[in-house]
DNA sequence: ATTTGTATTGAACAGTGTTTAGTTAAATAA
DNA sequence: TTATTTAACTAAACACTGTTCAATACAAAT
């Protein structure tokens, strides 16, 4: 069985090629001009040859984002949780979300523009039973319910918070994302600001 | 001088039936089936005319989504003012907001998908000395302003919290519009959910 | 050595935004 | 009125795009 062994391992590295020219390209010339043909030109195979590997374009993109999009969130699960502060453990948490994605931004405006379908699908979407994505809000869950029983934060449904905080700062993050040119002081004056009125928001 | 105001007129005809048509097929098809060849084919001209009124296909969709999003930002601004209530105002004035959006779903992915240079530029920029979203920003800056003077908000940098305010709200809208499939309740208690935090974030 | 199966190619299809040479028609000047 | 200039418009072309598919090359199994 070794030989459909390695035929395998080599299908398996013809299909990361593809993926890692897509995320070079993705990163160095952004969402707009990533195409089959580059990804091709990148690996030097013919652009027939990928939609060996993928149903489409789409799925390349929604597969290279899942893999950024879950490191991402692999590093948000290993902040430490300060049970003291758990106020203080969303803010850090957030803030370090944002800052691993201002690290990759046309990764997250790939997660933006894809219209959800591909992507939200594969990121929301079951993965050992339960997404990456889930993981993290659910983290992000048992912080407040954390802060629940402590006192530090106000008796409230602990999932539809997680998401609001979640959505806001995708807000957020959106607009120091898109807009260009916006003064770096500027940017941490409205990151602050908003975790300002996030956390009294949610005190009690 | 009838003989170029009228030749100015048709002018003006033709370049608004082209913004017309690219408006009927942004909300017909949808924002990624917006070429110019259909708008051409819409109008019953050659595709090439189009260059004749418009640099590019990115300012025509500026225009339309500028045009669009400035009738939602003037109706905004038709909303009475509850001077005893600031904070109820602000919800008030942006649950309307999101309303307005949820109507021309394709026109708000327009906003969030054209990279805020074509747009944002457009639409951030001076209109009369001021933007329009400028304006609406500034309705929100008086009502924080107001609040704060009659003590139903805390003290802090107004400009800052406006920000604040369309952000995260921004970031609440882009769930609701590109996420599909979520139940109309659980729409509801979002928005409610988004409101109830802010509004205590803003609060003495 | 021949068959089988699959990885790969390159051309083709239908579409995209944009440019441009050439036509047409209307407004102005002689 | 005739000639000239100006502007709008067309059709074709260019350089792309994603995707499909018949033909091919090539390694493995018989």
Known sequence: MGITERREAEKEAVRNKILYAAGKILARDGYESLSIRKIANEIEYSPGVIYHYFKDKAEIIATVVEEGYGRILQKLREIPVDLENPDKSIENSMKAYIELMLETPE?????????????ADKVNMLDEGISKERKS?????????????????REMDIELTAQIIWTSTHGLLSRLVLEKRIPKEQKERLIDHHFNILLKGLSK
């Open 107 to 119: 990764q997250f405006k790939a997660v933006l523009l894809n219209d959800t379908v591909g992507i």
């Open 137 to 153: 809000i659910q983290s992000l869950c048992r912080m407040i319910q954390h802060g629940i029983e402590i006192g530090k934060i």
